[in-house]
């Protein structure tokens, strides 16, 4: 990986030589679902690119540390809604992608959560929404794995067979693989339900 300066390259060396680094990068992890707008991926393909033998362990811990911090943040949005749920919204901008994402999810609800874990958009709002609306968690928590283990154990599984190269990859074309696999899921478990619709 070509580090942008020598502070980046010190703070991937400390987290790469730290013997807690799965606690780390889970800790990561979790800030990034709640609050940071940087990509975790920055992080985690140069790591597993260099922890091969530790790869579906790093994808494990970000995938646990995005699970509880989506809990958190359906927590939010179940009790705190008026107060913290209403500011975070305000203060991360996100006022339009919430009310486009509260018809989308009040049509599509599973499917919509699936969906919003893949693609590039701020997950915050699946969380809040999913909360305020008194979506039953163990769903929730379902969907948000499903999505964010196919976002991580994806990542590993690149990595593991292209190595340093997926960096150029991700860069490159995360954006459009987010698209085109978030409109898949979408679709299949659209068709899922409508077959169970017709069964029933």
Known sequence: MAFTSTRTKQWFERINGSKNML?????????????????????????????????WAIATATTLGCLAASIVGYGV?????????????????????????????????????LAIGILPIPFQVAMITAGLSGYPIVLFALAALIARGLRYYGLAWLVHRFGHRVESMWRHHALTTSLVLGSVVLLLVLGMQALAGLIM
Request: glycine letters at 6%.
């Open 23 to 55: 606690w780390l990068l889970a800790t990561l992890s979790f800030l990034e679902t709640i609050i940071l707008p940087i990509p975790i991926e920055l992080v985690l393909i140069p790591l597993m690119a260099v922890n091969r033998q530790r790869i």
């Open 77 to 113: 949005g179940m009790v705190l809604y008026q107060s913290v749920g209403t500011w975070f919204i305000d203060f991360m901008g996100m006022e339009q992608s919430y009310q486009a994402f509260q018809s989308f999810f009040d049509q599509y609800g599973f499917a919509a959560i």
